[in-house]
Nanobody, 122 residues
Framework: QENLVESGGGLAQPGGSLTLSCAASGRITGTLNMGWWRQAPGKEREFVVAIHWSGEDTSYADSAKGRFTISRGDIKNTVYLQMNSLKPEDTGVYYC???????????????WGQGTQVTVSS
């Protein structure tokens, strides 16, 4: 069983939108600081965005600012990533990640999902 489960990846055209979802399993206790990372083909995994467990603080990579929006769901330890104005360079495997500490969620999360593929192509 995975600690985090993602859904919502797929194919989008340039300029299009996709929404990713992530939910933590019940095996994780505590309220998580959650976020998204991505790995493009042939590149290292990189940070995209994170949100504090309270929902009152977010952090975005420059590549995501103005186009992506992270939000927390009403159900505990769920998070969404709304991606607009998608570009071909957004293509990659998107991983949900989380940690009980916000600082670690930004740099070295403890919990990871299996990833969901996002492909932006015409």
């Amino acid at each position: 069983q995975e600690n985090l489960v993602e859904s919502g990846g797929g194919l989008a055209q340039p300029g299009g939108s996709l929404t990713l979802s992530c939910a933590a399993s019940g095996r994780i206790t505590g309220t998580l600081n959650m976020g998204w990372w991505r790995q493009a083909p042939g590149k290292e995994r990189e940070f995209v965005v994170a949100i504090h467990w309270s929902g009152e603080d977010t952090s975005y990579a420059d590549s995501a600012k103005g186009r992506f929006t992270i939000s927390r769901g009403d159900i505990k330890n769920t998070v969404y990533l709304q991606m607009n104005s998608l570009k071909p360079e957004d293509t990659g495997v998107y991983y949900c990640a989380a940690d009980l500490t916000y600082g670690k969620a930004l740099h070295n999360p403890t919990f990871w999902g299996q990833g969901t593929q996002v492909t932006v192509s015409s």
